[in-house]
């Protein structure tokens, strides 16, 4: 049985910058189901990497204390040999592939820890088919939902076999259904192999029969202690959102039909305009084609039907053109980032805005107040935390100001109040821009004040949620 221990551990990004994390003393049970919360930026990513060895490795300075793993110091234990021990899987499951298919990479990561060929013959099979992986195994990894990128990456971390599996906000872009099949997988990893499980989440859904130990970061004085389960019962029923959308909008389609590779179909033949002012959801379960047809608005991927704005057929309008009309604000915030830190973006965003009116240097101001990014301005982008980078990702695509927004899982890795924050600061903007926005999110709670209307892709179809008929 492998034993972690943090011990009086304290961590800052940089010797000039206060501690993120103090004085932390947390040996985690052996076999137990450990749950870590904390508003975004708290510090809970920070102490995962620190724990797998990440850090200070790739970035910060140990400020006090120190991480053991089997009463060794962390750090000098060689990657491969920390791998066998401790297992962790990232927010962003892009940053943890090097192969182009889901099979490849499970191969190169078991090849890594050093195991035979005749273990990776066996195991990489039964992986698969343990997170119904199997049919996408060969697939491009570049083509898949993020949902299905996050089972993946799952699936890598499960195949290594390590006694210590960390997981940080692993459910982010994961749709409800699959969202509790893989918590079960953990329980049963638990239960039957003994492994210890420390996930770190905002959503507190799915725990209650789950966890042994819960554990929360204070922002404020980035000290960690134990909570109460009771933390994680009684919690809100999430329930569809029944409005409707208003008849007229800027963008419409008309018999989109999406199709991936030479016969899968994703949509068939839908018509639908977005309203203008007004917050749609778009639900669905991963790898249904919800990002595709974000990709598709956005004249990225081919389709048939006809894409129109103001009622003319948008087909033959230059991709620089459109990208002045529509924006699609990607799953991966870091993927959105063009500079270097954060008041960079902003000036950037607010250089090329298209609603300067609105965004005047004051909203701006009071906008990244209210997010508490205004203490960030010149930390690098992608030394933020998950949540932080989301946040930023946002604002900077609101205060671009394109008619149409298209955002795909803007709230995941937010924390409760993160959500309202983000949620009041699109409400207000389209008030006054009157900017149409379409959002996937199985992030669902929190959101009843400000969802207009949802739509549901389902068997090839949109049906918009209190009609009985397809769009």
């Known amino acids: 049985m492998t034993n972690l221990k943090v011990e ?7 010797d000039n910058q206060p501690n993120v994390l103090n004085q932390i003393n947390w040996p985690p049970q052996p076999g137990s189901f450990n749950l870590l919360i904390g508003p975004s930026g708290s510090g809970k990513s920070t102490l995962l990497k620190s724990m797998a060895g990440l850090l200070p490795k790739f970035g910060g300075v140990v400020t006090g204390g120190q991480i053991l793993l089997n009463n060794e110091a962390i750090q000098p234990i060689v990657p491969f040999e920390r791998a066998q021990r401790i297992a962790m899987l990232f927010q962003n499951p892009d940053r943890q592939f090097a192969m182009r298919t889901a099979r490849s990479q499970l191969i190169f990561a078991l090849e890594n820890i050093q195991l035979s060929l005749d273990i990776i013959k066996q195991r990489v099979p039964l992986v698969l088919e343990a997170l119904n992986l199997t049919d996408i195994a060969d697939q491009e990894l570049l083509t898949l939902s993020g949902g299905e990128k996050q089972r993946v990456a799952l699936a890598v971390v499960l195949a290594m076999d390590s006694d210590i599996i960390l997981l940080d906000e692993p459910f982010a872009s994961v749709d409800p259904t699959a969202r509790l099949a893989l918590l079960a997988d953990l329980k049963k990893l638990q239960i039957e192999q003994h492994k210890t499980i420390i996930i770190s989440d905002h959503d507190l859904s799915g725990y209650e029969t789950l966890v042994d130990y819960l554990y929360a970061i204070d922002t404020t004085t980035g000290t960690m202690s ?16 029944y409005g409707l959308p208003r008849p007229t909008g800027h963008l419409s389609f008309n018999q989109l039909t999406l199709t991936v590779g030479q016969q899968r179909i994703l949509l068939a033949e839908s018509s639908f305009t977005l309203p203008n002012a007004q917050i749609g959801l778009l639900s669905g379960a991963n790898g249904i084609g ?3 047809l974000f990709k598709a608005l956005g004249h990225q991927i081919k389709y048939t039907g006809q894409i129109n704005w103001d009622g003319q057929n948008t087909r033959k309008i230059k991709l620089k053109n459109w990208a002045k009309q529509v924006a699609l604000i990607f799953q991966s915030a870091t993927d959105q980032f063009v500079k270097m830190t ?7 965003s607010k250089l090329h805005s298209l609603t300067g009116a609105y965004w005047t240097s004051e909203r701006i101001q009071a906008a990244l107040t209210t997010l508490h990014l205004d203490h960030l301005l010149d930390h690098v982008v992608y030394q933020l935390s998950g949540g932080q980078q989301k946040k930023l990702q946002v604002l900077s695509m609101l205060i671009m100001g394109q008619p149409v927004l298209l955002l795909d899982e803007p709230l995941a890795g937010l924390d409760s109040d993160s959500v309202q924050a983000v949620m009041q600061l699109i409400s207000d903007s389209i008030q006054s821009t009157h900017q149409s926005i379409l959002m996937i999110s199985h992030q669902r709670n929190g959101l009843a004040k400000f969802i207009d209307y949802e739509l549901v892709l389902k068997d090839q179809s949109l049906t918009l949620i209190g009609e009985a008929n397809n769009v």
Do not use: D, M, R
């Open 342 to 348: 954060l008041q960079e973006e902003i000036n950037l």
């Open 8 to 14: 009086n551990f304290s961590f800052a990004y940089a």
């Open 226 to 241: 134990q909570q109460p389960l009771t933390k994680l019962g009684n919690l809100p029923v999430i329930t569809p959102f």
């Open 290 to 292: 919800k990002s595709t």
